[in-house]
């Protein structure tokens, strides 16, 4: 388990934190070590930086989990550049939207969605680039930013109106990783499964917060709760965060007990709901109240399991929990 530190760096030297041989990004092209990372960043940053844009200018993205998309949260910054994640769910008014309130001078994205903008999306000051267009080369090193400087813009969902902008330095995103991966425990031997969007403050928090810790992380787009299930199987990682609405469906379907094993974090819950109570958990779940009177066999209390960070959950250990602790409750 990492160490608390209050002293915030630049969110970009992230990749430093790894040991340089060990795996860093696990994907279907294969494993990328954490020197490989430290590498892409660079390159990234260093393509970025050749475009002549602004010291501060936003650059958008609109990209699956790609490993483009992975490291343009630090590369951007590196590149002096502000990095506004698109949720690659969101329709073209969103994404213009974004890109408008933002101030974006570029949006990275891919021939299949850029075909579904229309004209007045985009401003005549923004160029839509494509990612398979990219050429990588040169190799930008790690910066020395402020770690007041603005790194990052993440916008809400929009749920109770238009999508409006998060401002994030590199203090924030790096403090929030070390908070994150101190309380979670994670270590370099742990492999987090990212399934959560990384526009979302969670989902992008779950990339650095793995690193933070010299751990590696699997980027998963999913279409249905089975495919989050075979990637457990085929990726065998011991960390899984999601968000209400993706517990429900998890604990609806039938898990294999030999792939449910591999997590760490889901398993421990997963394993002590009796199969009886798991209609009433997601009942629970998809309303969003209190869940303290449903209990999961051997008396373990699932408030723990909406409690944690707002309603998103992360781990659910039983004893040692600093999270318990702090917040009154049993494990």
């Known amino acids: 388990m990492i160490a608390l530190d209050p002293f915030p760096y630049p969110i970009d030297t992230l990749p430093l934190r790894g040991s340089a041989g060990d795996p860093a990004l696990v994907d279907r092209q294969g494993t990328l070590d954490f020197a490989g990372l430290e590498r892409l960043v660079g390159q990234v940053a260093a393509w970025l930086a050749g475009q002549g844009y602004a010291p501060g200018a936003r650059v958008a993205s609109w990209l699956p989990k790609t490993r483009f998309a992975c490291v343009l949260p630090m590369a951007a910054p590196r590149a002096g550049l502000v990095h506004v994640p698109i949720n690659p769910m969101l329709k073209r008014a969103q994404v213009a939207h974004i890109l408008a309130d933002s101030g974006a001078v570029a949006l990275v994205t891919q021939a299949g969605r850029s075909a579904t903008l229309e004209q007045d999306d985009i401003s005549e000051n923004c160029e839509v680039i494509l990612e398979e267009n990219v050429s990588l080369d040169a190799v930008l090193s790690a910066s020395n930013a402020d770690p007041d400087t603005l790194a990052a813009i993440l916008y809400t969902s929009g749920s109770t109106g238009r999508p409006k902008g998060v401002m994030l330095s590199h203090a924030n995103l790096w403090l929030g990783a070390i908070s994150v991966a101190q309380y ?40 249905v709760a089975k495919d989050v299930v075979k990637a457990v199987d085929r990726f065998a990682p011991t960390t899984l965060a999601g968000v209400p609405p993706l517990w429900v469906q998890l604990l609806e379907i039938e898990w294999p007990q030999s792939t449910a094993n591999n997590l760490k974090t889901f398993d421990k819950f997963w394993r002590r709901v009796d199969r009886s109570a798991r209609p ?26 909406i409690a944690r960070i707002g309603g998103r959950a992360s781990r659910f250990d039983r004893a040692g929990d600093p999270f318990c602790r702090d917040h009154g409750r049993a494990a």
């Open 184 to 223: 979670l425990k994670l270590a370099p031997a742990d492999r987090v499964l990212g399934v959560l969007p990384l526009s979302f403050d969670y989902g992008q928090n779950q990339l650095f917060s793995t690193w933070a810790a010299g751990a590696s992380y699997v980027p998963l787009d999913y279409l």
């Open 280 to 305: 009433r958990v997601a009942r629970a779940l998809s309303a969003g109240g209190p869940v303290s009177d449903v209990r999961a066999d051997r008396g373990v209390s699932l408030d723990l399991f």
